[in-house]
């Protein structure tokens, strides 16, 4: 079930840079129940693929410097029988 924690965990840290409510990278990393440096890693991981995210230490918080949009899913669905192969 690791999967479906990271994939909560990274959208919740999608929304939260969204609203510019993040809070210090300390901040951050007790709201996910993750290390500081795990967040690091986590929002390097993201830069990596584009998120234009930033920090600014003046407002205490990180948010995107552009209009960006991010969605991660799984959808669960128990099959009837005429969707059955």
Known sequence: MKLL???ERIN???ELIKHR???TPDQ???RLNLSTSMVYKLIDELK???AP???SRQLGTYYYSRSF???ISI???TLTEEEMP
Do not use: S
């Open 53 to 55: 995210i930033v920090y």
């Open 21 to 23: 409510r993040t809070g």
């Open 5 to 7: 924690e990271q994939i």
């Open 12 to 14: 919740r840290l999608h």
């Open 75 to 77: 959808d669960f669905k």
């Open 69 to 71: 949009q991010m969605k």
């Open 48 to 50: 990596l693929r584009d």
């Open 28 to 30: 951050l990393a007790q």
